[in-house]
């Protein structure tokens, strides 16, 4: 079984992601193969660097490249064994339709209200987080493209085979996530 998740902004992706890891799925992250990306390149890990750089290599590789590296790795650990996989932070339609290639994928899609996935990501406080809410609203629009090598989180959403409601408590999520992963 390969889990993808996708959603907006501090949806909850991640949590669910690092609770499926603790249940035993190998876990992999497509935002963190844009980190490596961006380690290689000595690109600076902000917001819009980010967003730029991977927005470049869809557009020179194909809308599915981060989900081709993905695909590899899972591909290695399938050959070892292993058959449970999450991937978290899917954010266009061609990596969906690259991790779709797998018979056993199925898409989840993460979704909060929007005053308090803003609240969640103030409590993070990453690095190029939005400072208010209509920052936080700008940045938003900026990543739901309908350019198919940017990031396109709403049509990401309406292709999630299933959607999980994350308005609620951390063990509200985890008791959603592990009925999907059937834990």
Same mark, same amino acid.
């Given at each position: 079984?390969?889990?993808?998740? &996708?959603?907006?902004? %501090?949806?909850?992706?991640?949590? !669910?992601a690092k609770h499926l890891e603790r249940k035993g799925f190998a876990y992999f992250s497509l935002s963190d193969e844009l980190r490596e990306e961006a380690a290689k390149k000595g690109l600076a890990h902000t917001r819009e660097a980010m967003i730029a750089l991977g927005n470049e290599l869809r557009s020179t590789h194909g !809308?599915?490249?981060?989900?081709? &590296? ?7 650990? +399938?050959? +070892?064994?292993?058959? #449970? ?7 266009? !339609? ?10 056993? $994928? ?5 979704? !909060?209200?929007?005053?308090?996935? $803003?609240?969640?990501?103030?409590? #993070?406080?990453? +690095?190029?987080?939005?400072?208010? $809410?209509?920052? $936080? %609203? ?6 739901? &493209? ?5 990031? +396109? ?6 292709? %999630? ?7 609620? &408590? ?14």
């Amino acid at each position: 079984m390969i889990i993808g998740l &996708t959603g907006k902004n %501090a949806a909850g992706k991640g949590e !669910a992601a690092k609770h499926l890891e603790r249940k035993g799925f190998a876990y992999f992250s497509l935002s963190d193969e844009l980190r490596e990306e961006a380690a290689k390149k000595g690109l600076a890990h902000t917001r819009e660097a980010m967003i730029a750089l991977g927005n470049e290599l869809r557009s020179t590789h194909g !809308a599915g490249y981060l989900a081709s &590296t993905i695909n590899r790795k899972i591909r290695e650990l +399938q050959k +070892q064994g292993k058959d #449970r996989f999450v991937v978290d932070s899917i954010r266009s !339609a061609g990596e969906i339709k690259e991790l779709q290639r797998n018979e056993d $994928f199925v898409l989840v899609g993460i979704e !909060a209200n929007a005053e308090l996935r $803003f609240e969640r990501m103030k409590k #993070r406080g990453r +690095q190029g987080d939005a400072g208010s $809410f209509e920052e $936080f %609203a700008r940045h938003e629009e900026k990543e739901n &493209t309908n350019n198919e090598s940017g990031q +396109q989180l709403n049509k990401c959403l309406s292709m %999630a085979a299933i959607i999980i409601e994350n308005n609620g &408590t951390l063990e509200e999520l985890y008791k959603k996530i592990e009925r999907v992963a059937r834990v």
